[in-house]
Every structure is written in C-alpha cells, then in structure tokens.
C-alpha cells in the first residue's frame, strides 16, 4: 500500500474575496442589459441578446464586466453595515434578556 501525498501550492489556491469575484461575473451583464434596456428609448434594442450584441460591438468586451468593482464595494458597504447592525443588536438582546433573567432569580430568591 502506497501513500500518496497531495501538494497543494499557494498559486493554486483562492481567497474568499476572489470566489466572491467570481461569483459575480455572471450577474453583472444581467445587469448591464438591465439597465440599459430599462435606460434606452423603446425600439432600441429588440431583446436581452440584442442588447448585449451590440453594447459588445460598440464598446467591446469590456463592457461586460464594467462598473463591476463599484457594484462589489456597494454590496461591501450594504453587507458590511447590516451584519455590523445585527450585531449590535442581538448583543443589547442578550444583555438585556441576560438581565432580566436575574433580576428573576433575584426575585424568586428573596
């Protein structure tokens, strides 16, 4: 029986925040076309594939994945200050049931 060992490099492995990236790819020309047929006088663009058709033909591929880094550090931001929010909260709600329930014990004791 043979032992086989399993080097793993450090190029090879990725952040949290890059799976997060990556992850995101696929949203953002969803919201691209979103927004530009919603934006766009009526007759534009025929459909979700003709938008996208002819916002890669008239500024390139890059196009897809713009304002990508300003809709990651908005959801930062959103995320970021809701789970900062929850936080606090459920802390006063421990503390707070935490003391009520010796001000009970006390009460019972006496």
Same mark, same amino acid.
């Given at each position: +029986?043979?032992?086989?060992?399993? !080097? !793993?490099?450090?190029? *090879? =492995?990725? *952040?949290? #925040?890059?799976?997060? =990236?990556?992850? /995101?790819? @696929?949203?953002? @020309?969803?919201?691209?076309?979103?927004?530009?047929?919603?934006?766009? @006088?009526? /007759?534009?663009?025929?459909? %979700?594939?003709?938008?996208?058709?002819?916002?890669?033909?008239?500024?390139?591929?890059?196009? +897809?994945?713009? /304002? +990508?880094?300003?809709?990651?550090? #908005?959801?930062?931001?959103?995320? /970021? *200050?809701? %789970?900062?929010?929850?936080?606090?909260?459920?802390?006063?709600?421990?503390?707070? =049931?935490?003391?009520?329930?010796?001000?009970?014990?006390?009460?019972?004791? *006496?």
């Amino acid at each position: +029986m043979t032992d086989k060992l399993c !080097v !793993v490099t450090q190029t *090879s =492995r990725l *952040s949290k #925040r890059d799976l997060h =990236r990556i992850r /995101g790819l @696929p949203a953002n @020309p969803l919201s691209l076309a979103q927004t530009r047929l919603q934006s766009a @006088p009526t /007759g534009t663009y025929s459909g %979700f594939l003709d938008c996208c058709t002819k916002s890669v033909q008239a500024e390139g591929w890059g196009v +897809m994945v713009k /304002g +990508m880094y300003l809709a990651q550090a #908005r959801a930062f931001l959103v995320h /970021g *200050s809701i %789970f900062f929010l929850y936080e606090h909260v459920l802390e006063g709600v421990l503390q707070f =049931r935490d003391k009520d329930d010796m001000e009970t014990k006390v009460y019972h004791l *006496s």
